[in-house]
């Protein structure tokens, strides 16, 4: 079985007004690489 190394709940985010983060859950195992990225690819 592989090892949850980080695990991240109901992440909620805002910028000034707008909320670009809602309700995100995940999980990161061994070995993953996990992004975020959002409609200006930054």
Known sequence: M???LLEAIDIHRFFNKQHVLKGVTLDVKEGE?????GPSSC
């Not at 690489?33 to 990225?37: D, E, F, W």
């Open 33 to 37: 690489t996990k992004v975020i990225i």
């Open 2 to 4: 592989v090892e949850i």
